[in-house]
């Protein structure tokens, strides 16, 4: 097969389409056809030499995929080749095949195609995981999404007003914001102009965002704090802003506040197959529901996946970078 790998760590240059083994499926995976992946951050990371893949997963990039079953390993049930699928990956999504757990499979969901179902598992899971699994968002609370056009910004504004709750987002400009508007963010925060504390604070009264879903890290720590309600919980997915920062641990007590911090790459395949087992139950019937749907952004072949990686770096787009398999 053909995949894209990553020559040295560096540029967008660094991505190269060659041949390379096919992979085998072990025991209690699937191998997958692929038909489209996605562009996530973190292949940036991986890309530049910041973020290797965990022990025992494809050394190349892509974190999710799309496309039809090719052969099943040993001692897998439920699924059949020719299966139409979607999977959350630990690698391995920028290539023509890739082998996956079956507990990380997901049937595409009705409603979406095969190649736009490649822009749910990682989002979807990534959400689901952080804003309702830990954070426990509930219906009339205030979620505060940082990153509000990207594509985790798009699926929890989707995912949080599906179950009920307010939501605020930050974004840079009104075109990203009016999108965000358009997919129903309530409270609309453009941070190259505005103070994401106190506007959040002046939309609710004072009170404060109930779950702050954040990319940043250290650069908005201690603002995140400062932005919470009383029993507010904020959730970090990302480090665009630095990975160490300091806050008031005095603030965070009188808030009675929580602050998690999770990555879905590296968890054990027995958590992965439980978070997906939960967005198959909660999210998979809004989807075909229609109140929630994949947010595109554009579509690129799979093996000009340098492009897309130029894409998110200028961070002009809304939603998600699709990579098709041509």
Not at 106 to 123: D, F, I, N, Y
Not at 135 to 156: C, D, F, K, N, Q
Not at 171 to 176: T, Y
Not at 261 to 278: G, H, M, Q, W, Y
Request: include cysteine.
């Amino acid at each position: 097969m053909y995949a894209i790998t990553v020559s040295e760590p560096g540029g967008p240059e660094a991505l190269v389409w060659v041949e390379v083994p096919d992979p085998v499926p072990a025991e209690g995976e699937v191998l997958i056809e692929v038909a489209a992946g996605a562009v996530n951050r973190a292949d940036i990371l991986q890309r530049q030499g910041f973020y290797n893949p965990p022990p025992g997963a494809s050394p190349y990039p892509g974190l999710e995929c799309a496309g039809r079953i090719a052969a099943l390993g040993p001692n897998v049930s439920g699924w059949a080749v020719g299966d139409e699928v979607c999977a959350l990956l630990a690698g391995g999504g920028y290539a023509e095949k890739v082998a996956v757990p079956v507990g990380q499979l997901l049937p595409v969901p009705a409603g979406v195609g095969l190649v736009e179902s490649a822009a749910l598992p990682e989002v979807i899971c990534t959400v689901w995981s952080n804003v309702f699994m830990i954070a426990h968002l509930r219906p009339g609370e205030t979620l505060l999404v940082h990153g509000g056009a990207s594509g985790i910004g798009t699926m929890a504004i989707q995912l949080a007003k599906a179950v009920g709750a307010k939501v605020a987002v930050t974004a840079g400009g009104k075109e990203k914001l009016r999108r965000c508007a358009e997919l129903g963010a309530d409270i609309l925060i453009d941070y190259r102009e505005q103070d994401f504390v106190e506007e959040i604070r002046a939309a609710t009264d004072g009170a404060g965002a109930d779950v702050i879903l954040d990319i940043m890290g250290a650069k908005y720590l201690q603002r995140n704090i400062d932005a919470l309600a009383v029993n507010g919980r904020l959730a970090i997915i990302g480090m665009q802003g630095g990975v160490k920062g300091e806050l008031n641990i005095a603030t965070l007590l009188g808030k009675r506040g929580a602050v998690t911090a999770t990555s879905l790459r590296a968890r054990p395949v027995a958590e992965k197959t439980a978070i997906v087992a939960a967005v198959r139950e909660h999210v998979w019937p809004l989807i075909a529901a229609g109140q929630v749907r994949p947010v595109v952004d554009r579509t690129l072949p799979l093996r000009d996946a340098a492009a897309g990686h130029r894409v998110l770096e200028e961070s002009g787009h809304v939603g998600k970078v699709l990579l098709v398999r041509e």
